[in-house]
């Protein structure tokens, strides 16, 4: 007896059948919008390497989340530029800060309608442009995560719903669980940056933030780009530390890291698409040599398809508004 050929043809026929048969959903829903807030700015101000991105003022945020929450997204990251950096990088835990004043003003206006999510990092901050204090011309870990828990208490403080330590220091995610229990917030989520690599990806938005290090670079924090296993042990570790969401980024050339993550952990996935992923696909598409909004949804969907749960990108407003239909 023959067996009759396998039409997989058959489940692509229409439109209609392709629609009930798609596994993979993207939707506004599973966006986190970053936003870049600077501390006396006049006027928002775009971003040479991150064309549609621009640095707001503090009064602007209430006006861009509003467009954030319109096309139904439900959550912004917010990251901050202040106008002075020092060794201990004081202005992130100052609690007239201006992600601090940001966090309040979103919360103040949105309540529980929008998601702030902010970024507990130093590099924005010190003098020195890295990731943690510096000891005798080396990042210190220890004093670098007391120094996070303070950032983290802070933005608790103002109002922030998610905590997304993004240093890469060790014990980062107990320490700030533990700060924050203490100070009453044990309600505030912890999404960190698990398995964040040592990326020339991030390149754009050192432009963006002025973070880049002074001197040396972040190889003794950040995962090299060759290890999966290594990637692998940084989620683990955050897990037993308690996290609540851990985070891959990149994301578009760390797929693997994603499947894996998933295949592995039962836990909540986010993936940063970070921006040289942005600028990457603007490069292009400004030349004309990609369909930008093609392009964006082929990516946005592989992440998703790799084991994504949320995705931060620089692409939440436009992505929202092509799935709406509106591009
Ligand atoms: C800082 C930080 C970086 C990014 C997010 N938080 C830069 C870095 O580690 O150099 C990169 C995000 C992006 O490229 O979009 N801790």
Redesign the pocket.
């Given at each position: 007896m023959s067996f009759p050929a396998r039409r997989l043809r058959r489940l692509r026929r229409s439109e209609k059948i392709r629609e009930l048969l798609q596994e993979t959903r993207l939707s506004p829903k599973d966006f986190i919008c970053?936003i870049f807030v600077q501390e006396n700015l006049e006027k928002r101000q775009k971003v040479e390497s991150m064309p549609d991105i621009e640095r707001l003022p503090l009064n602007e945020i209430v006006i861009e989340v509003g467009a954030i929450s319109d096309l139904d997204i439900p959550a912004v990251m917010v990251?901050g530029l202040p106008s002075k950096k020092d060794d201990a990088g004081s202005a992130a835990f100052d609690e007239k800060g201006i992600v601090q004043k940001a966090i309040s003003e979103i919360k103040k206006n949105y309540g529980e309608k929008m998601v702030i999510v902010a970024?507990v990092?130093?590099?924005?901050y010190t003098s020195s442009g890295h990731?943690g204090l510096i000891k005798d011309n080396k990042v210190d870990n220890d004093s670098s995560i007391e120094t996070l828990t303070k950032i983290a208490v802070s933005q608790a403080k103002a109002g922030v719903d998610v905590v997304s330590p993004?240093?890469?220091m060790d014990g980062q995610v107990a320490a700030i669980r533990l700060g924050l229990d203490d100070a009453g917030f044990s309600d505030v989520v912890i999404m960190s940056?698990s398995a964040?690599h040592r990326?020339s990806?991030?390149?754009?938005?050192?432009d963006?933030?002025e973070?880049?290090?002074k001197f040396g670079d972040?190889k003794t924090y950040?995962v090299p780009y060759t290890n999966l296993m290594e990637a692998m042990r940084e989620v683990e570790a955050d897990i037993k530390e308690g996290v609540d969401i851990v985070m891959i980024?990149?994301a578009l050339a760390y797929l693997d890291v994603i499947a894996e993550t998933k295949r592995r952990f039962n836990v909540p996935l986010s993936a940063?698409?970070?921006?040289?992923?942005?600028a990457l696909v603007k490069a292009a598409a400004n030349q004309g040599w990609i369909k930008e909004e093609d392009i964006v949804s082929e990516i946005l969907y592989a992440i998703k398809r790799a084991g994504a749960d949320m995705i931060?990108t620089?692409f939440a407003k436009s992505a929202a508004k092509m799935l709406q239909g509106n591009l």
């Open positions: 970053p990251f970024d990092c130093l590099c924005q990731c993004s240093a890469m940056h964040k990326s990806f991030y390149a754009p938005f050192r963006a933030a973070c880049a290090p972040r950040q980024k990149p940063y698409s970070v921006s040289g992923e942005y931060v620089y």
